[in-house]
């Protein structure tokens, strides 16, 4: 099952939203984590980095010559894995994914897998898909494992349960693996190392993401803190990888310069405690290791967006979730109000072109257009303009080339307010007209925005906003400025 085969209304998200917004504990976390975040990096920027924006540019310039001649570059990893003795499978959507990696755990008569962290393996549905075949899934990611234990998705492409501070996590830990209550950061990580130290026994089959394919080795690099990903990807008789077609890239000087951008824009790091570059199984005389590995090379829609002149550039993501971690709309909501595997001004972009624009056409309302998430990507994606870009779409005024685009109706009343907020707004007398009568209007509004229809939408998390019918007419007499 994949986000395609499911649809959000408009009234789901609108109530998870509110419930999201509702929740103070929620809110308290994600600003906490957020703020942390933020500063970091920042940080770590201002110490460490003497032409931030320099990087910025050379990572940018890797993504696009890897986009420009990706299907050179996808031949090229296939001929080079293949030579260094890895199985290369090529899924065309989600479902095929499935079923090339539930073939070979049948065929090796694996009933459990042990996952590092893999957003691919998410958007799949993979964890659910097994589920269904009675083959059990089991995250190795602290976070992921959390999120698992109480069966929720990640809110987070790099931080999948920021949303719960430790006393939750303790209380989660208590429930799920009967450990004692605690609260400590450390004895929460004992509580966790223990139980997967059980799991890493016995296990044949680990499954990893892949963060950098590259093509001239047929290599894969995988970058992570915590070591599951590489006990997952090395203790085990069998890898498997999932790998986003859009993450080969041509050598290992790009990757490194992905990698240099990568860390400090997801956590505020110079760099992550295990960097796993993985260049063949396990060779004759070699101890540990698996004895195969398998590269799954997903697709699912992938091709298209880049057939896209426009919104191929989306495809540059590095999944650093830094976009995530500025975005005033993400951080009062978290990854779950988005209804979509990938959340925030990224998870806007990538969402509706991998799911559909009809099932994920609403995520483009979650912005405020602040332009923070471009001015901070790492590989200079311009997200603010995609997701206005996409708006236009989902009105059906774009070109119409967006996958689901061709199922969405144009809202009727939407197209006739905005053609009517045009007049007033190219006609100063008419805009005078309307400011002035919202003067006059404005404290009887004010007297029934909880009742009236649409405003009690707009103030149930808002304050009613401060209307200066007068403000044209300050300006006109300000010094030096000529009024027309």
Same mark, same amino acid.
């Given at each position: ?8 209304? !408009?009234?789901?998200?609108?109530a998870?939203?509110?419930?999201k ?10 600003k906490s ?30 993504? =696009? ?8 570059l ?5 001929? !080079? ?27 090796k ?5 042990l ?59 208590a ?22 130290r ?17 093509a ?12 599951n ?6 203790a085990?008789?069998?890898h ?116 559909g624009?009809?099932?994920c056409?609403?995520?483009?309302? =979650? ?15 311009p ?25 969405? !109706? ?12 045009s ?17 006059v ?19 149930f ?24």
């Amino acid at each position: 099952m994949s986000d395609s085969s499911l649809f959000h209304s !408009n009234e789901q998200y609108e109530a998870t939203i509110n419930k999201k917004l509702s929740d103070p504990q929620l809110r308290k976390n994600l600003k906490s984590v957020m703020n942390t975040l933020k500063t970091n990096r920042k940080n770590l920027i201002n110490a460490r980095y003497t032409d931030w924006e320099g990087l910025r540019e050379l990572g940018k310039a890797v993504k =696009l010559k890897a986009l420009s001649h990706l299907d050179e570059l996808l031949e090229r990893f296939e001929r !080079n894995a293949l030579k260094n003795g890895f199985h290369i499978h090529w899924a065309n959507n989600a479902q095929e994914a499935n079923e090339i990696i539930y073939n070979l755990a049948k065929e090796k008569q694996v009933s459990k897998i042990l996952k590092g962290k893999s957003m691919a393996s998410e958007e799949i549905h993979l964890n659910q898909y097994f589920k269904e075949k009675g083959i059990l899934a089991t995250e190795t990611d602290l976070g992921e494992l959390i999120i698992q234990l109480i069966d929720e998705p990640p809110v987070h492409i790099v931080a999948p349960a920021i949303h719960k501070n430790r006393y939750q996590i303790g209380e989660i830990f208590a429930d799920k693996l009967g450990a004692p209550l605690e609260s400590e950061p450390e004895k929460l990580n004992a509580i966790a190392r223990k139980h997967l130290r059980e799991e890493f026994k016995d296990f044949k089959m680990g499954l990893s993401g892949v963060n950098f394919a590259i093509a001239n080795e047929g290599a894969i690099w995988l970058v992570e803190n915590e070591g599951n990903g590489r006990m997952s990807t090395t203790a085990c008789d069998l890898h498997v990888a999932i790998c986003g077609i859009e993450k080969v890239i041509e050598s290992f000087e790009d990757a490194s310069i992905l990698d240099t951008l990568l860390v400090p824009s997801a956590v505020g790091a110079s760099i992550t405690c295990y960097n796993n570059i993985i260049t063949s199984p396990r060779k004759e005389g070699e101890l540990d290791g698996p004895k195969e590995v398998h590269i799954v090379m997903l697709d699912n829609n992938r091709s298209n967006i880049l057939a896209d002149d426009h919104y191929y550039r989306s495809l540059s993501c590095i999944r650093c979730g830094t976009c995530l971690n500025h975005c005033p709309v993400y951080d009062k909501i978290g990854g779950h109000g988005y209804l979509s595997t990938y959340p925030g001004p990224i998870g806007e972009v990538i969402s509706p072109q991998l799911f559909g624009l009809d099932n994920c056409g609403y995520m483009v309302n =979650l912005c405020s257009l602040c332009g923070r998430c471009s001015e901070v990507c790492p590989v200079k994606i311009p997200l603010a303009d995609l997701i206005r870009d996409l708006r236009s779409e989902k009105a059906k005024e774009g070109r119409g080339g967006v996958k689901g685009s061709s199922n969405i !109706n144009q809202n009727k009343a939407e197209k006739f307010a905005m053609k009517m907020f045009s007049s007033f707004a190219t006609s100063g007398t008419k805009w005078r007209i309307i400011l002035w009568g919202a003067g006059v209007f404005a404290p009887l509004m004010k007297l029934f925005q909880h009742t009236l229809p649409g405003l009690k939408n707009w103030t149930f998390h808002r304050a009613f906003p401060k209307i200066n019918s007068g403000l044209h007419g300050k300006i006109k007499h300000m010094e030096g400025v000529i009024y027309e």
